[in-house]
């Protein structure tokens, strides 16, 4: 059973909201995720009146690199099997040009 926001300690419910507001940067020729836009996250500090930056940025990161592990490996797992696909179907593409 998933944990709930709730059953994490505070510092970690914290950091999972500051990160939430923080923006995704995808590389723009590809499309694969970057990882956070960190600019504006002293300007989030100081709005929520944050008392252990370095403590909260910490776990932040952490989390940032398991999200981009992980997206990593799903974009691994999804060029495999396209280029499964096209193996399967002998390399060839057909197109049907139908006029009516």
């Known amino acids: ?32 995720y970057m990882g956070k836009r960190w600019e504006p996250l002293d300007y989030y500090f100081n709005l929520y009146d944050v008392d252990d930056k370095k403590v909260i940025l910490y776990i932040m990161k952490m989390y940032e690199r398991a999200v981009v592990s992980f997206r990593m490996e799903e974009a691994e797992n999804k ?19 139908v006029s009516g």
């Not at 709930?4 to 990160?19: C, G, H, K, N, T």
């Not at 060029?79 to 040009?97: L, P, V």
């Open 1 to 32: 059973m998933p944990l709930e926001l709730s059953q994490f300690p505070a510092e970690v419910q914290v950091a999972f909201f500051m990160f939430s507001l923080l923006s995704d940067e995808w590389e723009g020729t590809n499309g694969t």
């Open 79 to 97: 060029r495999k099997i396209e280029e499964r696909k096209s193996r399967t179907s002998g390399g060839k593409q057909y197109t049907h040009n």
